[in-house]
């Protein structure tokens, strides 16, 4: 376990600070791309430890809730009992850690959708009577994007594993951010075009530059059309700059040298394609090929912070061997709901592949995951009520030592969910005051699951 | 509250009706999920507390974003029909129904960005290829040919973003052309920049239809150049065309005998027809068919082309009562006459008709299947991936149909339904347990009953009359009339005086891409009773639509940022 010093973020001073201070009066400037500040003039890696390596952060989403009786461990503390639903996750059973009893607080008008927003924003749904309803705040995965997100070529990356998913990562009201549910659009946008492994060399490119030139251009475009909107629509016409941004400076990086990072290699191309086989999604093997991609991104850092969607929130898809679509088997399903639990068990199956391909990446004294947290959780507590009491929540990874792995903390007092996102937050290194609004919001995060 | 989406019927979190206008639109009030008997939809509503309904007032303007399906045609329009569009661009958004309120209030992902920058220079290098460039309107001399990139983009632009594009905007997309030609040497590889540039600029994705005072200096009005755009966006779904720009620039389209005769002549154009689908595409849910689950050990007629057949019958079957009869759309529920393919007869047990592709088809006299409630588009959409469901479809007739308002399901509920077994062989026996609960009694009371009535249909839509080795019985009422069977129900609901005033609203809801607001209730009961007595076509109704002022007035846009309203929620 890594012990906090003045340098981590925490601790009060940020990692350029830290940096500048590590390098001392080498030629570090603002301007460099924010990857060369973890190497020195010759290239090379400095020794990879917590305090030198980005943390990461993973948003792992199910749709459909728990089985309560099934998923929360019989006992609490460290060396907890893997609960049925935790099996698969025996090989890295000191990697997680369960939060269970904790209680989502901003309300339930729609169901899958309020837990989903109200956890992840810690905010009430914006409800426009029915069932209409955004988001009304920008999802933990975003707050940290936000402050973590420019350092890297994609500020985040949204993945699905089914397809066709409303978005459940948000930047704020009406502004969804769709899901890539396809490894090999996946593949073309992170190791396509843009990507240079370690060792390659860059080639000069006139048309980056015009590219460029395109994108100025459409940014004047967007600035004279912003005077003349009213306030709600210069919010999205600022949205759509943000990426126009976003876009241009990851084509300025094009030119750069890679960075020369050890677990980083160009994958195979994953297949252009994943039919259904009778009827039935590949969800398996979209996964896999997903996770694969995933670690790799993480381990060449393209990015920092993701979101990965297993299945949207109410989704009905078919698993292998369920006689109906999920959500249709958590409301109808009777008794013990073996089926409801078979599926849920292959869900954290596949988590557990996710994980294991975070966990194989090597990185400095430790691996990827310990270097980033994922949080896994879903839509709802029980699917079959749309519950939001006992919200099913597990971590994984100690983010470079700042979170307890191994413990199952069950709150004794139906405390607000909104502490784990301010917990990873913190984690994350950023500092916020409050997470969430109205009765999600809190000051404190979950100290039980923090590193003292 | 400046722009209430008022639903009509606003109903609080307690069921309590806070306001209720229109009943003469067919709104239907239902007090929430809660104890009590089922409400009696017949002839008695619950008590409303009926107000005047307020003088109109337009609702201000917002920026809308192209769908998908928008995109593609303008690209398509500027380039030619041979242009493959790419299929990696920005989700489109469904709210209150409708992609097109959904483009009023989202805005473009990060990713989104990314997809329409590699759209633009893919449709860009295709465009230029040397079989491609038959579009163009001169051929430059060399790289540095300014006067002729300056007469490729003029009209380009023009079309592209709607208006003739202001002289610096024009210079700016020359002298980037020009950069180009300069770096790379070629004059078709230059233009990629420009054509790229027009593509992603928000002056292309972003329609921004903001208004301008109107002649008496009381109100404001879209100008007519924006009307030209409001016009071929509704009636076509795509951009205008270079007369309509010239109808607009002329200031033609900000009169009424000029709308009149714009409109009349868009309507006349096959643009029309495909517009028409895309409406009843949003209206009806039929994207959903782009990508259904249905379990093919239960279904085994089930596959992905069944389900673009199926939308392709009923997208033909509204064109053929629409456009080639121009008849009562109402007649859409009770016509024997179809589209089928070799997939769709099958499934219905009828003669194809034809080898290759559909053929106009009269379904037997006698038989248990007519108009749009037997098309397995809806059936499918509306059904779970391995069964039925009488729920659902009576949800759909509910509010996509009648327009009525049904409070979501109550959370923390158990809704489990008892497993199908030999005292409860079909889905009515096993629906009775939500009768029998009080809880789900007041809504499921005005959805399953109707839904029953399409139980022969199982969840692609084949023909069956027992369940389980039960009998189905497919009786049931919708609003207080009892109804033998799925036919009957058809005849129902072209007989119900609320299917016209919900058909008029959707329209309305779909013309002006944002929910009704208070202001435009009695506007919108206007085009009812004018679409009434103009025997329900829907022509008469779009060009209604087009000359109300709904359509052609607008308000400023408001100083602060009201998106995030919270009304409804109550």
């Known amino acids: 376990m890594i012990i906090k010093t003045p340098g981590t973020t925490r601790g009060g ?29 010759s290239g090379t890696a400095y020794a990879a430890t917590c305090e030198a390596l980005p943390r990461r952060f993973g948003l792992f989403f199910w749709a459909n809730g728990s089985l309560p009786e099934f998923w929360v461990p019989p006992d609490t503390g460290a060396g907890f009992t893997l609960p049925p ?18 209680k989502v607080l901003t309300g339930n008008p729609v169901a899958h959708w309020s837990g989903a927003g109200g956890f992840l924003t810690g905010a009430p749904l914006i409800t426009r009577g029915g069932e209409e309803y955004t988001f009304a705040a920008p999802t933990l995965d975003q707050v940290i994007a936000n402050e973590v997100g420019s350092a890297t070529r994609f500020r985040s990356l949204e993945v699905g594993i089914e397809r066709g998913q409303p978005p459940i990562s948000y930047s704020g009201p009406d502004a969804g951010n769709p899901s890539e549910t396809s490894p090999a659009a996946l593949f073309d946008r992170v190791f396509g075009g843009g990507f240079v492994a370690p060792g390659e060399q860059v080639e000069a490119d006139p048309k980056l530059r015009l590219r460029r030139s395109v994108l100025d251009a ?5 600035a004279r059309l912003k005077a003349r909107l009213g306030a709600g629509d210069q919010r999205r016409l600022d949205q759509h700059l943000t990426g126009i941004r976003d876009l241009e400076r990851r084509i300025a990086r094009l030119q750069e040298a890679p960075p020369d990072l050890a677990a980083c290699v160009r994958p195979e191309a994953p297949l252009a394609a994943y039919p259904d086989e009778a009827g039935r999604p590949q969800l398996q093997a979209i996964n896999r090929a997903m996770a694969d991609l995933m670690a790799l991104t993480l381990a060449c850092d393209q990015t920092r912070v993701f979101s990965y969607q297993f299945h949207r929130p109410v989704s009905n898809a078919l698993f292998p061997g369920a006689s109906m679509g999920h959500h249709q088997l958590t409301h109808d399903e009777a008794g013990s709901q073996p089926e409801v639990k078979a599926i849920l068990l292959q869900i954290m199956g596949e988590l557990s592949y996710l994980l294991g391909a975070l966990d194989a990446v090597q990185e400095g004294d ?52 909104s502490r784990v996102p301010m917990t990873l937050a913190r984690a994350m290194g950023l500092r916020p005051l409050t997470f969430g609004a109205a009765e999600g919001e809190v000051s404190e995060g979950l100290s039980a699951i923090e590193a003292g | 509250m400046k722009r209430p989406s008022l639903a009509i019927a606003r109903i609080s979190a307690r069921g309590r009706v806070l306001a209720v206008a229109a009943l003469s639109l067919g709104a239907l009030a239902l007090p929430a999920c809660e104890e009590g008997p089922p409400p009696d939809l017949g002839a008695a509503a619950p008590a409303p507390t009926v107000q005047p309904l307020p003088p109109f007032e337009a609702v201000p303007a917002s920026l809308t974003r192209l769908t998908r399906s928008q995109y593609g045609n303008l690209v398509r329009d500027l380039f030619g029909a041979g242009v493959v569009v790419p299929a990696r661009l920005e989700p489109d958004v469904a709210q209150a129904g409708f992609f097109s309120v959904g483009a009023g209030r989202t805005s473009i992902s990060p990713r989104g960005v990314e997809q329409y920058e590699a759209a633009a220079f893919d449709i860009a290098a295709q465009v230029l290829r040397p079989e491609g460039r038959g579009w163009l309107a001169c051929t430059p001399s060399g790289p540095e040919d300014a006067a002729c990139y300056r007469e490729i983009l003029a009209p380009l632009t023009r079309r592209a973003w709607r208006r003739t594009p202001t002289a610096d905007e024009l210079d700016g997309l020359v002298a980037l052309a020009l950069d180009a030609g300069r770096t790379l040497g070629d004059p078709f590889e230059a233009l990629a920049f420009p054509v790229a540039q027009l593509l992603q600029s928000p002056h292309f994705l972003f329609r921004a239809e903001l208004g301008e005072p109107d002649a008496d200096g009381t109100g404001r009005r879209y100008s007519s150049v924006e009307m030209a755009s409001r016009l071929a ?14 109808a607009g620039e002329a200031g033609e389209l900000v009169t009424e005998a000029g709308l009149r005769a714009a409109a009349e002549r868009l309507l006349a154009d096959p643009r029309a027809e495909a517009a028409v689908r895309n409406f009843f595409v949003e209206h009806l849910g039929l994207m959903a068919l782009d990508d259904l689950t249905k379990d093919p050990t239960v279904f085994v007629h089930a596959s992905p082309d069944l389900a673009l057949s199926a939308r392709e019958e009923t997208l033909r079957t509204l064109a053929h009562v629409i456009f080639d009869l121009d008849t009562d759309v109402r007649t859409l529920f009770t016509t024997r006459t179809t589209f089928v393919d070799r997939r769709l007869a099958a499934l219905y047990g009828v003669p194809a008709g034809a080898q290759e592709g559909f ?10 299947r007519a108009g749009l409630l037997g098309h397995a ?38 809704t489990s339904l008892p497993e199908p077994s030999g005292e409860r062989p079909t889905m009515r026996d096993r629906l009775s347990s939500h009768a029998a609960n009080p809880t789900c009694a007041g809504c499921h009371a005005i959805m399953d009953p109707i839904g029953l009535g399409l139980e022969q249909f199982d969840g692609i839509g084949r023909f069956r009359t027992t369940e389980a080795g039960a009998t189905i019985d497919p009786t049931g009422d919708v609003d207080g009339v009892f109804f033998e069977d799925a036919r009957a129900l058809g005849e129902a609901l072209a007989a119900s005086d609320k299917v016209g005033p919900c058909l008029v609203k959707r329209v309305y809801r779909y013309a002006t891409g944002h929910e009704e607001t208070l202001g435009e209730i009695a506007e919108i009961d206007r085009l009812a009773q004018r679409f009434a007595s103009q025997g329900h076509r829907l022509q008469a109704l779009l060009l209604d639509v087009v000359l109300s002022p709904g359509f052609r007035t607008v308000a400023a846009a408001a100083d602060t940022d009201e998106t995030p309203s919270g009304e409804g929620a109550l």
């Open chain 1, 13 to 41: 001073l940020t990692r350029r600070t830290l940096l500048r201070g590590l390098l001392g009066s080498a030629a570090v400037t603002v301007g460099l791309p924010p990857l060369e500040r973890f190497f020195n003039e």
């Open chain 1, 218 to 222: 459409v940014m004047g475009d967007a």
């Open chain 1, 85 to 102: 639903l935790l099996e698969p996750m025996a090989a890295l059973r000191e990697k997680i850690s369960v939060v269970s009893g904790t």
């Open chain 2, 233 to 246: 966006f509704f009636l076509w779904n795509t951009g205008p065309d270079a007369a309509l720009l010239d």
């Open chain 1, 366 to 417: 430790g691996t990827l995951l310990d270097h980033m947290v994922v949080l896994a959780t879903s839509d709802c507590s029980r699917g079959r009520t749309h519950t939001l009491e006992d919200y099913p929540i597990l971590l994984a990874g100690s983010c470079c030592g700042e979170l307890r792995t191994g413990v199952h903390y069950r709150s004794p007092s139906s405390e607000n969910a």
């Open chain 2, 359 to 368: 053929a106009q088809v009269e379904l037997p006299a006698d038989g248990p």
């Open chain 2, 377 to 414: 588009s809806v059936l499918m959409v509306n059904a779970h991936a391995v069964s039925s469901s009488a729920t659902r479809r009576g949800a759909f007739i509910r509010k996509a149909l009648l327009c009525d308002v049904i409070p979501p399901p109550p959370a923390d509920v158990d």
